[in-house]
């Protein structure tokens, strides 16, 4: 039988404490307590985790050391300084490289063994491989880190409230928009610290709902969130509902989009569409959806509207004398006076410039004496003078009052009717109030007409148009005609031949040849400074033929700008240059000899003695549109423009044909010869900026 091993054999007992550590997942060895820790035993499963026998690292003293990572290796040595000098216990993370090369993350902790006298003698150490442990500890941190930073560098805020309504996340981009740092906001009550009070309990109560029956969370709501400030912000949510592995919510997460500025700017263009930006008053655009508003309810209660139109008498004088900031300072100050005045149902409107309407609705009773009673406080409110830079004016008012139904029978109407009972009032001697009486209103119009129209001259309604004077063979550009075109704000765009036959019966055409003229310099000027020199013509009217020295003031004008009067034509209508025993004829020598070219506008039209027209200095005829209106048609108109054609030749004279509106017009007029043409199938007349690229191809032709 064989013998048992005696317990109190020491090498026995060596043997058995050698199998137990040799078996257990980790690395123990045994060192003396100095400053370099000399190692006496190492257990074997070192080899097995660094590839160096234990008998590698007693005999090479310094090889543990040799086998950590550079990195950690400073620190390591710290610790190991410390930890000696203090005598305690060690407990340290590090890396180390096997011989292969592979990293391991190490755990190594070791005690002081002491003598009876608590003399340290030698440390017991173990060394845990913790590879795998850091990995997933690092990969997880690495997670949480781009997670994190997602969150921050994300354009929108990110909140996360937990079921106990805490804010439980929230994003850097949440805390720089709310003016809070995270710390302050973390496990608040999120109701309570970011919602507005008057939405607090209903946002409160939506999200216990959402907690208690699990219901998914709507999106896309629109809704304020407090900044710590106390500033409210408009927020666009998408929200997500969070479970727990049980199914039960957790939590909401919601993202949110700031659209402050978005729906302000909306709003402010939805008020600029609607209001005055000068005074703030509404504009006529909302005034219109009004008064659409205010008849159909006088329609269903046979209740009536009135509408007051209210002129600014002498208004020129502030612009006049101060500038237009002085004469805005002036609307301004009139606006708040009016609006004083004005009845809380009433709405008062800018129409433009120095207008402005009234609109009173839903009267019942003696509408006539409502309307008087109300343009009688605006008067009155406009009594009192203005102060503007120091200086004091007076400014009154013409009102005119259109009354639904007894003038008009709808709102284009009303308008209309209001507006010529104000120039009626004008006429009375102004500072006035006049009824739309039904009776004169031709005239009345032709007023209103002549009124507006010395406004638009004033106020720089008037625009000039370019009708290109092209060759009908090939397009090719030759020169372009000035169009005088009315810029209404009430119309829009007005043709001449609607305004200017007036103003030349009312004398206005005198104020607006004077503008044309100097709208034509200033553009050439502009046209100069580009490298494009057109030439241009443009038509006087026989009443500017009749004003003494006009060929002088006309050249003088050029001179002004620096223009050559060589480049520009000037265009007479035949009956002005041949008609009243040859009165023109005197001042067309004149624009001859001031340098200017002539041309005779509308020839054929009035059968004119072909022996003075050879008399006049004239360079270019312009065939009447009637005739090429019914070429190649008509014989007759045919057999017309052919002897103008061949008249101009014989006179020396360039031919123009005005009207081209067929392909038919145009390929008899390159039959013919004729050299220039104008009209819509040549080109429209235009603004100066659509005309520019045919002017830079006819440079670059040229």
């Known amino acids: 039988m ?40 190492v257990s074997p499963q070192i080899e097995q985790l660094l590839g160096y026998s234990p008998e590698n690292f007693v005999t090479e003293q310094d090889l543990w050391h040799r086998l950590v990572h550079p990195d950690d290796l400073e620190r390591l040595r710290e610790e190991e300084e410390r930890r000696f000098n203090a005598a305690e216990d060690f407990d340290i993370e590090y890396r ?62 990110v909140v996360l409230v937990d079921a106990e309504e805490r804010i439980a996340l929230i994003n850097r981009a949440a805390c720089e928009l709310l003016g809070y740092a995270e710390g302050e906001l973390l496990g608040r009550n999120a109701f309570d610290t970011l919602t507005p009070q008057a939405a607090r309990e209903d946002a409160r109560a939506a999200h216990r709902r959402i907690m208690r029956d699990g219901t998914e969370p709507s999106s896309g709501a629109e809704y304020a969130v ?36 978005r729906l302000e700017a909306e709003q402010q263009v939805v008020y600029l569409a609607y209001h005055d930006s000068l005074t703030g008053l509404p504009n006529r655009a909302l005034l219109a959806e009004h008064l659409d508003l205010a008849l159909a309810r006088a329609r269903r209660s046979s209740a009536s509207v009135a509408l007051l139109y209210l002129d600014l008498d002498d208004f020129k004088l502030v612009n006049d004398s101060l500038g237009h900031a002085a004469g805005d300072e002036l609307l301004c100050q009139i606006a708040m006076r009016l609006q004083d005045r004005r009845r ?123 009708q290109p004077i092209v060759d009908p063979r090939d397009g090719r550009l030759s020169k372009i005609e000035a169009l005088v075109r009315w810029e209404d704000p009430r119309r829009g765009l007005v043709p001449p031949d609607e305004f200017v036959p007036f103003a030349e019966e009312t004398g206005l055409i005198d104020a607006i040849g004077e503008w044309v003229v100097g709208a034509l310099c200033r553009q050439r000027v502009a046209w100069r400074a580009e490298g494009l020199d057109p030439e241009v013509t443009f038509n006087v009217s026989p009443r500017e033929l009749r004003r003494p020295l006009f060929a002088e003031h006309l050249r003088a004008r050029l001179d002004e700008h620096g223009l050559d009067p060589g480049r520009v034509i000037v265009e007479v209508t035949e009956s002005a240059a041949m008609g009243e025993q040859g ?29 003075r027209l050879r008399d006049l200095p004239v360079q270019v005829l312009k065939i009447d549109r009637s005739f090429l209106r019914e070429v190649p048609a008509r014989p007759e108109a045919t057999a017309v423009v052919t002897a103008i054609l061949e008249l101009a030749g014989a006179l020396g004279m360039e031919t123009v044909a005005e009207g081209v509106e067929t392909a038919e017009q145009r390929a008899f007029l390159i ?16 603004p100066a900026r659509d005309l520019e690229p045919m002017l830079r191809r006819a440079v670059v032709a040229r």
Not at 21 to 33: G, K, L, M, N, R
């Open 2 to 41: 064989a013998s048992q091993p005696d317990p109190h054999d020491p090498q026995s007992a060596e043997a058995r404490w050698r199998t137990l550590v040799e078996q257990i997942p980790a690395i123990t060895y045994i060192s003396d307590f100095d400053v370099r820790g000399t190692l006496r035993w």
């Open 96 to 157: 180390m490289i096997a011989r292969d090369g592979r990293i391991i993350c190490v755990r190594e902790q070791d005690c002081i063994v002491r003598d009876a006298a608590g003399t340290p003698l030698l440390t017991q150490g173990v060394l845990l491989d913790v590879t795998a442990q850091r990995v997933t500890e690092d990969a997880l941190r690495e997670e949480r880190d781009r997670a994190r930073r997602f969150l921050d560098v994300a354009g929108t805020i």
């Open 226 to 261: 407090l900044t710590r400030d106390g500033r409210a912000r408009t927020m666009l949510w998408r929200n997500t509902l969070l479970r727990g592995e049980d199914g039960k919510p957790t939590g909401l997460l919601s993202s949110g989009l700031d659209v402050t500025e």
């Open 344 to 466: 809380a149902t009433d709405l008062l409107a800018r129409q433009g410039g120095d207008e402005f309407l009234v609109l009173l609705s839903d009267l019942e009773t003696d509408p006539v004496a409502t309307a008087r009673v109300a343009a009688d406080g605006m008067l009155e409110a406009l009594s009192r003078p203005f102060t503007i830079s120091g200086a004091e004016f007076n400014v009154g008012a013409s009102i005119g009052i259109g009354l639904f139904p007894r003038d008009a029978a709808d709102a284009e109407q009303l308008l209309r009717h209001a507006d010529a009972a104000m120039y009626q009032a004008k006429a009375q001697g102004r500072n006035a109030i006049s009824l739309y009486s039904g009776e004169g209103h031709q005239s009345r119009d032709r007023l209103s007409l002549s009124s507006r129209l010395r406004k638009a001259v004033a106020r720089e309604e008037l625009v000039l148009h370019w």
């Open 583 to 611: 009165s023109a004829e005197p001042v067309l020598a004149e624009l001859a000899a001031a340098g200017f070219k002539v041309a005779i506008d509308d020839f054929g039209a009035g059968y004119s003695s072909l022996s």
């Open 671 to 686: 039959e013919r010869g004729c050299p220039l043409a104008q009209g819509f199938l040549l080109g429209r007349p235009m």
